[in-house]
């Protein structure tokens, strides 16, 4: 059961941005050009925001920020993300990509962003996956592996194993909620740009932070992880309705090429 819910959970996270340039592609035109900027988008702004929380010490072992209260460093952690991300689609958007200015593009834009990243997650989801059922099948002692290496390693696998079936698949909704919600940030960037109004980037950018904190502050208080999928299950909900509270009633069928 386990397996095939793994099985299922890399599928969604790498079947659905695919999907969902597929339809997008179909319905709208939408150019490949423009899905893939979108994707280099997230992972330029990675370059930035990965040091940004080693500095800040987020990550790289327990110092700085994360030695903080909780809410505190929540905070600081959704802002890092809003920051680095909303603040590439902008610059993006407004310098690089001029074309881009209809709702139809900016869903094309934003379905690259949130599809790579979930198929750069699905992928690490892979890798643990068949790193976990070659080492179940050979075992780790007949993989050269000794002393302290092995009992840590047959802990992971024990961890790994006992991981409740149901886990997986919501690791796999997840990632649609996560690709709805920079769908929404991605048209509120656009909105910056189109309207010249640098409060829809701000929007963006404490919309992008509250949904990273409030993940974050909630995992970090304990709370389980389906009520956490349930919150985010509701955001996603709230980023759909804006998405269709933005479209016009006329959206363009035809978008720009790549």
């Known amino acids: 059961m386990l397996v095939a819910a793994f099985i299922v959970e890399i599928l969604i996270m790498l079947g659905a941005p695919v999907a969902l340039w597929l339809f997008l592609r179909w319905k709208y035109g939408a150019a490949w050009g423009l899905i893939a900027v979108g994707a280099l988008t997230f992972v330029l702004s990675q370059v930035v925001h990965i040091p940004l929380n080693w500095g800040l010490g987020l990550i790289g072992g327990g110092r700085g920020v994360a030695l903080w209260p909780l809410p505190a460093m929540a905070a600081v952690v959704g802002l ?4 680095c991300e909303e603040g590439a689609r902008y610059l993006v958007l407004r ?3 001029k074309e881009a200015r209809s709702w139809a593009q900016g869903l094309a834009f934003g379905a690259g962003h949130g599809g790579i990243e979930s198929i750069l997650v699905g992928l690490s989801v892979l890798s643990g996956f ?9 075992g780790p002692e007949n993989l050269g592996l000794s002393g302290e290496l092995l009992e840590q390693t047959r802990q992971q696998m ?5 991981t409740p079936w149901y886990l997986p698949l919501l690791g796999g909704l997840e990632r649609v909620f ?10 509120l960037v656009l909105q910056a740009v189109v309207r010249r109004n640098l409060l829809w980037l701000v929007l963006a950018v404490l919309a992008h932070a509250l949904v990273n904190g ?8 304990g709370v389980s992880l389906p009520a956490i999928e349930g919150v985010l299950f509701l ?6 309705a804006l998405i269709l509270a933005l479209r ?3 959206e363009a069928t035809e978008m720009a090429g790549g």
């Open 235 to 240: 955001l996603a909900l709230g980023a759909l």
């Open 158 to 162: 024990e961890v790994y194993w006992a």
């Open 80 to 83: 890092s993300a809003g920051i």
């Open 248 to 250: 016009p009633r006329r």
């Open 178 to 187: 996560a690709i709805t919600m920079h769908l929404a940030f991605t048209l």
């Open 214 to 221: 409030l993940a974050i502050g909630l995992m970090q208080s």
């Open 130 to 138: 068949v790193s976990m059922l070659i080492l179940q099948r050979l």
């Open 95 to 97: 310098f690089w990509r």
